[in-house]
T-cell receptor, first 112, second 113 residues
Framework: EPEVTQTPSHQVTQMGQEVILRCVPI?????FYWYRQILGQKVEFLVSFYNNEISEKSEIFDDQFSVERPDGSNFTLKIRSTKLEDSAMYFC??????????FGDGTRLSIL | DQQVKQNSPSLSVQEGRISILNCDYT??????FLWYKKYPAEGPTFLISISSIKDKNEDGRFTVFLNKSAKHLSLHIVPSQPGDSAVYFCAAPGEAGSYQLTFGKGTKLSVIP
């Protein structure tokens, strides 16, 4: 069964550094998403992407965050200047239509 | 802002018995609901969904019931198996045209052999 793949599985970064999280969505999917889960909290929506542009974003997705689909297969989340509170699991998801969304196994981001 | 609530953080059930996981929502504009299952160190896996035009959807051992007047849905697993031990999330997409999922906090199900 096709799946969403995310790399790396764990990223450790110094505060203030830039980080790029990578995702390969399912190949025939058209909608792409990033979510995050801070330890002990809910899974929270960050952003959705369709037709090469952001379609929705949450209040969390401020100017420090950006997304890109640099080629036909990758979907990336960049955090420009990381803060301690950015430490979380980041999940990429994709969907063919609106639902259901299929999730990757996540990248654990640790900010030191 | 808890538009989707799962009030039981954990549930333990004997193997072979029924597991019932509950979810309440506050936004009456929600018209579609999903259940996801999550194992440690993995992402959420889609399990089953239900549209508000139905009150029940069944897929093998999994059945989701929707009570719109009570703004309540439940996931029934019968018979429960040890491999069902995981965290179960209830989720709903936003209002019309929104694809973002709002998740509950999850219920950790433990199926005891």
């Amino acid at each position: 069964e096709p799946e969403v793949t995310q790399t790396p599985s764990h990223q450790v970064t110094q505060m203030g550094q830039e980080v790029i999280l990578r995702c390969v969505p399912i190949s025939n999917h058209l909608y792409f998403y990033w979510y995050r889960q801070i330890l002990g909290q809910k899974v929270e929506f960050l952003v959705s992407f369709y037709n090469n542009e952001i379609s929705e974003k949450s209040e969390i997705f401020d100017d420090q965050f950006s997304v890109e689909r640099p080629d036909g297969s990758n979907f990336t989340l960049k955090i420009r200047s990381t803060k301690l509170e950015d430490s979380a699991m980041y999940f990429c998801a994709s969907s063919q239509g609106s639902q259901p969304q299929h999730f990757g196994d996540g990248t654990r981001l640790s900010i030191l | 802002d808890q538009q989707v609530k799962q009030n039981s953080p954990s549930l333990s059930v004997q193997e072979g018995r029924i597991s019932i996981l509950n979810c309440d929502y506050t936004n009456s504009m929600f018209d579609y609901f999903l259940w996801y299952k999550k194992y440690p160190a993995e992402g959420p896996t889609f399990l089953i969904s239900i549209s508000s035009i139905k009150d029940k959807n069944e897929d093998g051992r999994f059945t989701v019931f929707l009570n719109k007047s009570a703004k309540h849905l439940s996931l029934h697993i019968v018979p429960s198996q040890p491999g069902d031990s995981a965290v179960y999330f209830c989720a709903a997409p936003g209002e019309a045209g929104s694809y973002q999922l709002t998740f509950g906090k999850g219920t950790k199900l433990s199926v005891i052999p």
